[in-house]
Structure formats: structure tokens, C-alpha cells
């Protein structure tokens, strides 16, 4: 068969399995459910986040925001006398107090809606001693309980699958074929906030197929085909009452603007993020580590977060920081830049801009003392523009590690490592994005006899369709060049979530 009629067999394979699918993909993911929102609330085609969706992540699964002057009073939730049962906790009307922080007109809609479900009725709203709404409820009441204890009635949980089909030259593809068909992975996501007080993500990797060897998903062990925890943290939000937020567990620790997720592509992770230096080292940037982490944000558009590594088979600690700062459109607490409609129309009017930085410090090596290290610094920049339906992200790195190979006592080789990526996005449609990127990596190292000098430049095209809010297809290709090999590799394939 030609390669002309095997790639045309492939393309009407992956059609049939997209209209799979598309066809039994019903249900939205948790937060969907939770808040009774839209994915493109906080997504622009998931998982890739919006401005309110870095919102809500940076504030710990909460809707945060100024609320106005005739707002400040505690709200209150009451029950009509329509409705058919008074409130858990009420007597013949009498209004029951939520506490909670927050955009209070947000936050008396969302609890009004959690303290009903079933039956009809309706619940007034009064969000002030003068103004009240009236918002029709399908039902029985929630238990007070479950209220006051700020424990979630519905399971916040999703799950996000993924089938990949590739197509490249026999050397590219895993186990030389030339056609790929693949699960590529099945994860269980659970996330949420306690009575806005502490927020809470985790991701269960039920099956994830990687190449056989290489560090992919955790820290230390290769990830094949293997069950594992990806992330599994807590945020308490404004520690002892101050501005600070301690965050504690398995992440992904704040360095880069983006989390690994958060990007159109399917495949390849940024470059900077994801790179590794020598055989020996098994660190990058978006790697999952056991984390505490304190961080905050001041005057509405500055974010700052710091914290402490605990990396398995060290007897050191590591440590990071990050800083970014934000310009323009929605800033780190909800709240839209005014526009005077009464002066003409600026491009400042629609341009948004974030910059960020951050260094990370730490060691590969064994744990017992007194053995060869590889001490390794990663210092990065990144920038993000955005104007109506463009946006532009750059990143730039540096790093340096003093011994990439430990085992060599006698020599210690000292890498310098140089990263960069500009990624463009252009919206042709709400559900229809393009994308195009250039990665670049250089590693020169001061002893040639002992470690190979290594680049890559690496070029993709994307385009992300989404027919449904909780599917999406992708189409992508990939050229890239290194030291040894020219690989041309294209993929399509889509990503589910439930």
C-alpha cells in the first residue's frame, strides 16, 4: 500500500473515532457541575485557561472580587414563602447566614442555588437590606449540615481521557511503525474549595502510555503504563489573616506563567519547561515535586509565591521563586479594567500583557553524604500578549549544572543551557483556534569528551476544534531537528472530559 492510501486510511479511521466520541460525550467536569457554568467560563478550548480561569486558579478554586459598597454586609440567603420547605436551619422564613468570602453577588447566586436541589420553590436573594432577587429552584433543600461544614453534595470529580493517532517516518513513531494508534492516557481529577477557606486539586494517573523509559509524571520512577499521583495539594487561603496563602503537597511547583496542561498543543510540552540536562538528571521545570509553598498577590496585579522542594532519594532541600506582574484586561482578583466609552477607541483598550520570572536552586545525586552532586540553576523570563483574538506567548532560560554526571569523580563536566519558545494563537472562531511554535534548546558543555553537545529546534502547527464544549480535536504537526535526527511527525487526535 503507498503512503498516499495508508495516510488517507488513517484520516478516515480518525474521523470515524472522532464522531465516536463526539457522540457519547455528554457530561461537562466538576467545576461545570459544581458552579452550573460553562467551560468557556474559564477556558478558551480546554484545558487551555482564559484570564478567569487563571482567576479562579490562583485563587484557590474561588470567585473572588470587588464587591460594591452596598454590598459589604454579610450576605444572606432566605427562603420565600413560594418555596415548599423553609431552609435547614430556619424557622417559617427566617433567613439562614452563609459565611464566605468573595464577589458577594457571585457568591449569594452560587449558595442560594447550593442550599436547593430537587422539588420547586424559590429563593430570594437579598444581597442588600434594599435590593433583593428572586431566583426559581428545582427543589428539596440542601441539609444545613453540608452547608456549615462546607462539605461539597456533589463529588467534585472528572475524569480526562485522551486517544492519539501518529503518523511519521518509521524511525519517529514508537516501535518503527509509521501509524500509531494509541490511549494515550486516562486521568481522575478531583478539585475544589472548602467553605472558601481551603482549596484542593489532585490528578490520579489511571493510564498514561509513554516511550519505556524516561521520567514523564513523577518525580523519580518512569511512568509506562503505570497508575500514579500526579498532583495532590492543599491552598489555605489568607493564613492567620493575612494576604499570605500556604500551599502544601505533590504539584507542580509556580515557576513558568503556565502549568504543563495549560497550552493548545497535545504532544510536546514547552521546551523550556520540559527539558533535562545529561543522563543522570531526571529535573525540569514542569516536574511534579513535594512542595510548601507560600504565595500571594498585592495590589490586585503582582504575584508573588516562593517555596521549599523535597525531592525523594535527596538529603538536601531545593528552593524557587517566581514573580509576575499584569497589565491590562481582568487582573489576579476578577476585576475588569475600566474603559471610557467616551474617547475613542485605543489598542490599550484590548491589549493585556504579563510578565513573569523565576530561579530555581537544587541538586541530583544520592543521598548519602559525601557522593558526587550535579548542582543546577534554572532561571527563566516569560511574557504574554494578548490583544483581541491573538495571542503571543515568548519564554526564554537559562540554566547551569555543575556535574551532569556524578558517577565520574575524577571530572566534572559543566553544562550551560540555553531555552527558548514563541508561541502564536490566532481565534478564527469561539470553538476554533490555530496555533504555530518554535522551540529552541542549546547545551554546550566545557568537557566534549565526556558530554555531547546537544540542540534542538523544534517546529508545530496546531489546530484545535472543539464541537463540543468537553471534547476537542486536534490536528498537529511537528519538524523537528537535532544533533542525530530530522523527525517529521503528525498527530491527530482527541481529548474527552466528564
Not at 450 to 476: D, I
Request: proline share 4%; net charge neutral.
Amino acid at each position: 500500500m503507498s503512503n498516499t492510501r495508508r495516510l488517507f486510511s488513517g484520516i478516515i479511521t480518525l474521523s470515524a473515532l472522532q464522531l465516536v466520541a463526539v457522540g457519547t460525550a455528554h457530561a461537562i467536569p466538576a467545576f461545570s457541575r459544581t458552579y452550573k457554568v460553562e467551560c468557556t467560563t474559564c477556558h478558551t478550548i480546554a484545558p487551555e485557561l482564559n484570564e478567569y480561569g487563571e482567576v479562579f486558579l490562583k485563587n484557590s478554586y474561588v470567585y473572588v472580587g470587588k464587591a460594591k459598597s452596598s454590598e459589604k454586609k454579610e450576605p444572606v440567603v432566605a427562603v420565600s414563602a413560594a418555596a415548599k420547605k423553609p431552609a435547614a436551619g430556619s424557622s417559617n422564613g427566617v433567613a439562614v447566614k452563609i459565611r464566605g468570602e468573595g464577589d458577594a453577588d457571585q457568591l449569594n447566586k452560587l449558595k442560594a442555588g447550593a442550599m436547593v436541589a430537587g422539588g420547586a420553590g424559590q429563593v430570594a436573594v437579598v444581597t442588600s437590606p434594599d435590593t433583593a432577587a428572586v431566583i426559581d429552584s428545582p427543589g428539596d433543600l440542601k441539609p444545613e449540615g453540608l452547608v456549615l461544614a462546607g462539605i461539597p453534595e456533589l463529588l467534585p470529580i472528572s475524569f480526562t481521557g485522551t486517544v492519539n493517532y501518529a503518523f511519521g517516518d518509521q524511525r519517529n513513531i514508537n516501535n518503527g511503525n509509521e501509524f500509531d494508534y494509541s490511549a494515550r492516557s486516562f486521568k481522575l481529577h478531583a478539585a475544589g474549595n472548602f467553605r472558601e477557606k481551603v482549596g484542593f486539586f489532585a490528578t490520579y494517573v489511571a493510564y498514561s502510555e509513554q516511550p519505556q523509559s524516561g521520567t514523564y509524571n513523577t518525580s523519580e520512577m518512569p511512568s509506562n503504563n503505570k497508575t500514579d499521583i500526579n498532583e495532590l495539594f492543599l491552598q489555605m487561603r489568607n493564613i492567620l489573616d493575612t494576604p499570605l496563602n500556604l500551599k502544601i503537597g505533590r504539584m507542580q511547583p509556580k515557576l513558568g506563567l503556565w502549568k504543563t496542561n495549560n497550552k493548545l498543543s497535545v504532544t510536546n510540552n514547552y521546551l523550556p519547561y520540559s527539558y533535562t540536562v545529561g543522563q543522570e538528571s531526571v529535573f525540569k521545570i514542569e516536574q511534579p515535586q513535594d512542595v510548601i509553598e507560600l504565595n500571594t498577590i498585592f495590589a490586585r496585579r503582582l504575584f508573588v509565591a516562593g517555596g521549599i522542594v523535597n525531592r525523594k532519594g535527596q538529603n538536601t532541600k531545593e528552593g524557587y521563586g517566581h514573580i509576575s506582574y499584569k497589565i491590562g484586561g481582568v487582573d489576579y482578583l476578577g476585576n475588569e479594567t475600566d474603559i471610557d466609552l467616551s474617547k475613542e477607541e485605543s489598542i490599550l483598550d484590548f491589549l493585556t500583557v504579563t510578565v513573569g520570572s523565576y530561579a530555581y536552586y537544587g541538586e541530583n545525586g544520592s543521598s548519602v553524604s559525601g557522593t558526587p552532586r550535579n548542582s543546577y540553576e534554572r532561571v527563566g523570563v516569560d511574557t504574554e500578549l494578548q490583544y483581541k483574538i491573538f495571542r503571543l506567548r515568548l519564554l526564554g532560560g537559562w540554566g547551569s549544572d555543575s556535574n551532569v554526571d556524578p558517577t565520574q569523580s575524577s571530572y566534572t563536566p559543566k553544562v550551560i543551557s540555553k531555552t527558548g519558545t514563541i508561541d502564536g494563537e490566532f481565534t478564527l472562531r469561539t470553538n476554533l483556534i490555530a496555533a504555530v511554535r518554535f522551540d529552541y534548546l542549546q547545551e554546550l558543555g566545557d568537557l566534549p569528551a565526556l558530554f555531547t553537545n546537544k540542540y534542538v529546534r523544534r517546529y508545530v502547527g496546531t489546530v484545535a476544534y472543539a464541537p463540543l464544549e468537553n471534547v476537542k480535536l486536534s490536528s498537529e504537526f511537528k519538524y523537528e531537528i537535532t544533533q542525530d535526527v530530522i523527525n517529521r511527525i503528525g498527530t491527530v487526535g482527541a481529548t474527552f472530559s466528564f
